[in-house]
């Protein structure tokens, strides 16, 4: 059985009750939203490289590098896409990056070479 959408109805139904600039939402509706994209470093968790991860949580993933006197590679995956690579012969350096991530993306950091790695996830307020 098909049943034919009205979308004119459903347009008419919803004008004026979708404010983008946010006027129709109270004050604590307006933190929350502000709130959707705050990191909450104090609960920042440690992740081992080379290992992928779902995120459970709306968040940022943090990757650092410092190398010396060596080569290495650095390469940040979320959900698949490669964010960002690093690939250095350089003899001292520091890398990072900082990215967000959403519940149920997956991300992933390989590396390789004689370097330091630190690999941080960061829930959001929202969380």
Do not use: R
Request: aromatic share 10%; net charge negative; glycine share 10%.
């Amino acid at each position: 059985m098909s049943k034919d959408i009205d979308y004119g109805s459903i347009l008419e139904s919803l004008n004026g009750k979708i404010d983008l600039d946010m006027n129709n939402t109270g004050s604590s509706g307006k933190s929350t939203a502000v709130g959707w994209g705050i990191p909450m470093y104090s609960t920042a968790v440690s992740k081992s490289c080379n290992t992928e991860y779902i995120s459970d949580l709306n968040g940022y993933v943090c990757c650092y590098t410092n190398y010396s006197s060596a080569s290495h590679n650095q390469s940040l995956y979320i959900g698949g896409v490669l964010i960002q690579h690093v690939g250095t012969d350089i003899v001292y350096g520091a890398t990072s990056v900082f990215a967000p991530v959403k519940i149920g993306q997956t991300y992933k950091i390989e590396t390789s070479g004689n370097k330091v790695f630190t690999m941080l996830f960061i829930p959001c307020s929202d969380s």
